[in-house]
């Protein structure tokens, strides 16, 4: 049995579905934020890796269970029926690591095939209507608890929120801040990469009772 390197062993493996990512930390501070297509497309499976032509047609695919195998690996069941692939923590390290270079290769096979990949989110390119709740300081320095807003379209997730609430009032810009607010995207704590849809209810929480001052 080949022995584990300790610095290869996650030290978290977490599925945020809303984005379709898988978050794997390890041991070594190395942490990977992998989409799950990714994730499906370069499978493991001896189905998948038989494959003549790369996988297609899985921008919209998500994880529906992570199942432990033993302490070396993970099973993957995906929501369009595949559930063979097995990774270990060395396999899902080498996605990390070699992520952007698989993805292009990905890429450049779908295109000498002759296939396209589809946006994964036709959502992004509209304008998105959310309902904002505050807490704590908050309402007091924005007047309100609650507002409807329509964001603009380049607004497609947690980072671009916060980036666009710092740009509206400049004067209001330091309540903003980077480790200011906790955010939740449908009653769930976010991170910056979760996506923002349409119909979304999104809070902010201060992380401080004490209000940030302006520069």
């Known amino acids: 049995m080949t022995e584990l390197t300790p610095e290869k062993i ?22 990977f934020e992998l989409p799950c297509e990714y994730l499906r497309v370069f499978s493991r499976a001896k189905e998948v890796r038989t494959l003549g032509t790369p996988v297609t047609g899985k921008e919209q695919v998500n994880i529906t269970a992570i199942e432990p195998q033993g302490q070396y690996a993970v099973r993957l069941t995906f ?21 952007q270079e698989n993805w292009q290769g990905y890429l450049q096979k779908l295109a000498a095939s002759g296939f396209s990949r589809q946006p994964a989110d036709v959502s992004t390119t509209a304008r998105k209507r959310v309902t904002m709740l505050y807490f704590t300081y908050l309402v007091k320095q924005l007047r309100r608890e609650s507002e409807q807003l329509q964001l603009p379209a380049t607004v497609n997730d947690v980072r671009d929120l916060i980036a666009w609430l710092r740009k509206r009032d400049a004067k209001l810009a330091h309540l903003f801040r980077d ?31 004490i209000a940030p001052v302006a520069d």
Do not use: C, M
């Open 179 to 209: 480790g200011t607010v906790r955010v939740t995207v449908n009653k769930q704590f976010a991170e910056p990469f979760t996506r923002i849809d349409d119909g979304d209810e999104i809070a902010l929480i201060p992380t401080s009772p």
């Open 10 to 31: 996650p030290v978290e493996i977490s599925l945020h579905s809303k984005t379709r990512l898988l978050v794997v930390a390890f041991q070594d501070g190395r942490r």
């Open 79 to 99: 929501d369009d029926g595949h559930d063979t692939g097995i990774y270990s923590w060395d396999t899902l390290y080498e996605l990390g690591e070699r992520y």
